[in-house]
């Protein structure tokens, strides 16, 4: 045995192999060799015969959950403020929140409650914004680093349209502080690693997003940002880049949408066709985040359309305008606003399934990470352990019922094991 990343894991295992289907064993063996799937078995192989076996019973064993698109600061006001707009609830509860994290005794306060509550929950991989404080965002880092969770983590960048006390002087100094940042935490982690993060186009100068887009090609990094999100804020945007051709473009020009997959766009609830297209050229990761969307009335996103299309989508809780961490939730909110989508609004496309909204929220987002969120051989093991026995009933369910009611009844409660590439988080 090479460390305690071989074992096996028996139970009822559920997961994707594509976004139509699911895969379901009952009480098979899940090998996991060298912090790696080895595959689902329902007996074990010979090869493996001397790894040790925990047995999880009747519980459900299914891949770990990614949140394409939290930010850490909004923790603190969950729940809280969530009868405006965009614009309106970012004047009025964000930036005076993120403000806040200028102070290290008010951040570390905040995000070691962000830290345990990510730590408990389903996700195991993890997209998350910082605010434009370096120090503030580093120890978010080192907080995150410990909870055993594999994420990415982003100075913000911002150094236009909002209050003096949330921005930056301007460019230079952005860029300069982003390379400050990068240099302390580069090599700093083995679960943490750093994203560029321009927060999204109307906080950004041409100058600063040109900056960020030669760092990005420079020292390929990873990207995450919005686009798309609400009517007013697109409009806001076609004013501020008159030369753009879209929304999407004004990203584009900077190299900011990435080449082959590095990008993550939150949103994306009103792209043109030509902006799909664009989308798709570029690889870039759509985060769906149907609870923010709802409560800040932005929209539903045509995910079924990017599904047909061959786009890279996956979920995203987006606190504090998703109002929880639970990416179980936001499947579950895939799929209804997916539903008041299709009565509402637009018939042809058809609701999204529990098959696809399992998918989006493990495999389908894990891609972004490399092989992640299946428990298909050569996949990171990232595996979650959960029981459902006090979610009662008096019928016999098939386990794809048992997952189904998983998603909609569960909280993090229910979870009673985690693991991040192999590493047992609890
Ligand atoms: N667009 C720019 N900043 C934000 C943010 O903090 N949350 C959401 N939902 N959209 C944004
Ligand atoms: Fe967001």
Avoid at 86 to 106: G, M, Q, R, V
Wanted: hydrophobic share 35%.
């Amino acid at each position: 045995m090479t460390d305690g990343r071989d074992f096996i894991l028996k139970g009822n295992i559920c997961y994707s192999k594509d976004v139509k289907s699911l895969e379901t064993v009952e009480q098979g063996f899940l090998v996991c060799r060298d912090g790696k799937s080895a595959g689902v078995f329902e007996e074990i192989p010979e090869q493996y015969k001397d790894y040790p076996v925990k047995d999880c019973g009747n519980m459900m064993i299914i891949p770990g959950l990614v949140d394409l698109h939290i930010h850490a600061p909004q923790f603190a006001f969950r729940g809280l403020g969530m009868d405006l707009e965009l614009l309106d609830w970012l004047n009025t509860n964000t930036f005076p929140e993120e403000a806040k994290y200028k102070d290290l005794e008010y951040a570390k306060k905040a995000y070691e409650i962000f830290a345990e509550a990510m730590k408990k929950s389903g996700t195991t991989r993890a997209c998350i914004f910082g605010t434009i404080h370096n120090q503030a965002t580093e120890l978010l880092m080192d907080l995150m680093e410990e909870t055993g969770i594999k994420s990415m983590v982003g100075k913000v960048n911002m150094d236009r349209n909002s209050p003096d006390y949330l921005r930056e002087q301007d460019a230079q100094q952005s860029e300069q502080d982003t390379l400050q940042w990068l240099e302390r935490t580069s090599a700093k982690y083995k679960n943490v690693k750093p994203i560029l993060t321009p927060r999204f186009i109307p906080s950004c100068t041409d100058d600063l997003m040109e900056r960020l887009g030669r760092l990005r090609k420079e020292r390929e990094l990873p990207v995450q940002s919005h686009l798309s999100e609400n009517q007013g804020e697109i409009q806001w945007v076609k004013e501020l880049c008159p030369d753009s051709q879209s929304y999407s473009d004004a990203y584009d020009k900077f190299g900011l949408l990435g080449e082959a997959g590095e990008t993550i766009m939150a949103h994306c609830v009103y792209l043109t066709e030509e902006e799909m297209e664009l989308i798709k050229a570029r690889g870039t990761y759509i985060a769906h985040c149907p609870n923010s969307n709802t409560n800040l009335s932005s929209g539903v996103a045509p995910i079924r359309t990017f599904l047909e299309k061959g786009l890279n989508v996956g979920l995203g809780s987006d606190v504090a305008g998703g109002s929880g961490e639970s990416i179980f939730r936001a499947m579950a909110d895939s799929i209804q606003t997916s539903k008041l989508r299709w009565r509402l609004q637009d018939d042809s496309l058809k609701p999204l399934t529990v098959e696809e909204a399992f998918y989006l929220g493990t495999a389908g987002g894990g891609s972004f990470f490399g092989k992640v969120g299946s428990f298909e051989e050569g996949y990171e093991f990232d595996a979650l352990i959960l029981d459902d026995s006090s979610l009662r009933h008096p019928q016999p369910l098939t386990l794809r019922e048992r997952l189904e009611r998983f998603i909609y009844l569960s909280d993090d409660r229910h979870i009673t094991g985690k693991y991040a590439e192999g590493v047992k988080v609890f």
